[in-house]
Structure formats: structure tokens, C-alpha cells
């Protein structure tokens, strides 16, 4: 656990001193989340431990929640740091809400995504109130209504099918999550023995949420710290965004003998086997294992060579899918290796 305590917890440490203290704190913080993790990724690639740990990990439920706990102040702090009285200069600002939006998409996503895996109906609670205070409160219940169910398939809006780049995808698979997680949602109170009341609807809760974030963001510091929120959020988004989109991209399932799609497999999901990010990202980039066992901790996610594994770590991978004609060519080659020759309903 040494590892991931450290590789989530340093960047919280560093952000609380640069929205305090400002200066070259700020720096050090997305640094530490970007060039830090690169070379650590590249001096010991390969290195992680391909077995995880067993199931029962309480230290990693312990950080997991704590995290989770942490999420809403640091959130707090960021607009206030960013939007509100805290005396730094435009550059600084600018550079905390960018290291607060990396942390939030990039730790603060997969911590949450852990906690709505967990059995505890409290931990899914705190879970969903991570993704509602990034303003993306629907992504608890597209992912799991929705994408689990249909990942590789035309019928998921986070897998994204071969050759369609990330900004034709982005806006695709925010409104098609939501609506998907919305008629999901939908669908599932509707077979109920007796119809819940209205308000108890998950998504009247994303919404009210995310007023109430959007009302103390103005407490805190009026309309600037609603634009700081704005900006810091939808950074995050596109962390989240990024990552859905690289970790299926173009991997499909084919139908079987009765025009079902086959089930999921290690193969319909990328991976990155890489040290630190995968410490950070709390073992979300051992993709593969989450999807067969979607139940299994962070800590005991494995790795095998039977999971597709992408060309360069998941943050180097992310800044790739930004330029769409990089991406196309870096993936070109892994994608012809794993693509279902089955496949028959490839889009472009």
C-alpha cells in the first residue's frame, strides 16, 4: 500500500500548499502529477507487480474512503484558491485550477469509481458525491447501468468504436452517458414492486447536488468562484473523459450464435502495466481485471499477456488522444494485434 499512499497523497499535500502558499508549491503539484509521474512511469517501466494483492485489503478500503472524505474540502479550497481571495496572481490561479483538475480526473475518478464498486451502500453514496461534486454525477450511474453492461459495443457511448478521435467522442459520450444512465435508471424503478416517490430518483439527486455545489462555489467567492468551479470540474471531466475513451477504444465483442454480444472478456479492454500511474490512478489502468471481476479491490487487480497493453503509459496516452492523428497512428499497430476479426459493425 506504500506505493499508492504515496502516489495519491503527495499531490494532495502539494495542492493544499499552493492554494495556501502559492508560489513554486504550485508548480511542484502539477509537476509532481505530470512530468513526476512520467519519468517514474519510464525509469521503471514494467516494474509493478503484474499479481495483486488479496481481495481483502482493508488498507486500501481505509484510502479509498479517506480520499472519497477529502474530495469535497479540497474541492472547496481549489475555488477559493482559484476564484476567491487568495491573493495570487493570474498564472498561479491558472495553474492550480489545472492542477486541481488533473488531480480531481485523474485520482479523485478512480477513487471514486472504487467506492461505487464497493457492497457498502454508504460507500456508493460517498462515491457519487465525488462524481457530483465534479459535476458528473450521472457517470455513477452510466458506468454501472450502463457501461458494464455494454462495453464493446455499439450500444455503450463510452466505448469508442475504431478510428473516431476524442473530440468527436467527448460530446457523444457525456450526453449519451447521461441519457443512457437516465433511461437505465428509469428502467429499474419502473420494475419495482411499488413505485418509489419521484424525488428519490438518482438523477433528481445528481441535479440537486450539483446546484448546491454550484450555490457554496458563490458563497465562497461569488461569481468567480462559479467560473473557477466551472473550469476546475470540466477540467476533470476531461481527465474522465480521456480515460473511458482510451481504455476500450476500438476493442469490440461480436455477436454470437444468438445475436448476443459475446461475453466480456480481457481482451476488450487496454491496460498500461506502468509503476506509477497505476499507483496514482489507484490500479484503474489494470482495466481488464475490473471488467471480468468487477467486485475485485484495487489492490488485487492482476495483469496477464492475455490483456491488450497500450504503447505508452495512461497519462502519455491521454495527451496522444488530444491529437487525433497521433493517436490513430500510435494505436494502429496494438489495435490490428486485438481487433475481433468478427467484427462486422465497425464505425469510422
Known amino acids: ?32 502529477i505530470t512530468v513526476l509521474t512520467w519519468a517514474l512511469d519510464h525509469l521503471v517501466r514494467g516494474a509493478a507487480a503484474r499479481r495483486g494483492a488479496s481481495s481483502e485489503f482493508p488498507a486500501g478500503t481505509g484510502l479509498a474512503v479517506g480520499l472519497g472524505v477529502a ?50 451502500r454508504w460507500m456508493q453514496g460517498l462515491g457519487r458525491a465525488v462524481y457530483v461534486a465534479m459535476l458528473f454525477g450521472h457517470h455513477a450511474s452510466s458506468h454501472l447501468r450502463v457501461h458494464h453492461v455494454h462495453v464493446g459495443t455499439a450500444d455503450d457511448p463510452s466505448s469508442a468504436p475504431e478510428g473516431m478521435g476524442f473530440w468527436r467522442y ?29 424525488w428519490t430518483h438518482p438523477y433528481v439527486g445528481y441535479g440537486a447536488g450539483a446546484a448546491l455545489c454550484l450555490a457554496l462555489a458563490y458563497g465562497i467567492a461569488g461569481a468567480p468562484g462559479v467560473l473557477a468551479y466551472l473550469g476546475i470540474a470540466g477540467y476533470a471531466q476531461l481527465q474522465i473523459l480521456l480515460s473511458d475513451y482510451l481504455q476500450h477504444y476500438g476493442l469490440r465483442r461480436h455477436p454470437g450464435p444468438d445475436g448476443r454480444p459475446e461475453p466480456v472478456g480481457p481482451q476488450h479492454s487496454w491496460n498500461g502495466p506502468d509503476f506509477w500511474s497505476s499507483a496514482m490512478m489507484l490500479n484503474a489502468p489494470r482495466h481488464s481485471h475490473h471488467h471480468t471481476h468487477p467486485s475485485v479491490a484495487f489492490p488485487a487487480l492482476d495483469l496477464t499477456d492475455e490483456m491488450p497493453t497500450l504503447p505508452r503509459s495512461v497519462p502519455v496516452m491521454a495527451v496522444a488522444a488530444l491529437m487525433p492523428p497521433l493517436w490513430k497512428r500510435m494505436m494502429a499497430r496494438p489495435l490490428a494485434r486485438w481487433r475481433n476479426p468478427h467484427e462486422g459493425d465497425r464505425q469510422t
Open 1 to 32: 500500500m506504500l506505493f499508492f499512499e504515496i502516489a495519491t497523497l503527495l499531490p494532495v499535500a502539494l495542492l493544499i500548499a499552493g492554494a495556501v502558499w502559492g508560489g513554486g508549491w504550485v508548480w511542484a503539484a502539477v509537476l509532481c
Open 71 to 120: 474530495h469535497l474540502p479540497l474541492m472547496a479550497l481549489a475555488v477559493w484558491a482559484v476564484g476567491g481571495a487568495s491573493g495570487h496572481d493570474a498564472i498561479h490561479r491558472l495553474g492550480l485550477l489545472v492542477g486541481f483538475g488533473l488531480f480531481f480526473g485523474q485520482v479523485g475518478h478512480p477513487n471514486a469509481h472504487e467506492l461505487i464498486h464497493k457492497p457498502a
Open 170 to 198: 467527448a460530446p457523444r459520450a457525456w450526453a449519451g452517458g447521461f441519457l443512457a444512465g437516465l433511461r437505465a435508471e428509469t428502467a429499474l424503478r419502473a420494475r419495482a414492486r411499488q413505485a418509489p416517490p419521484a
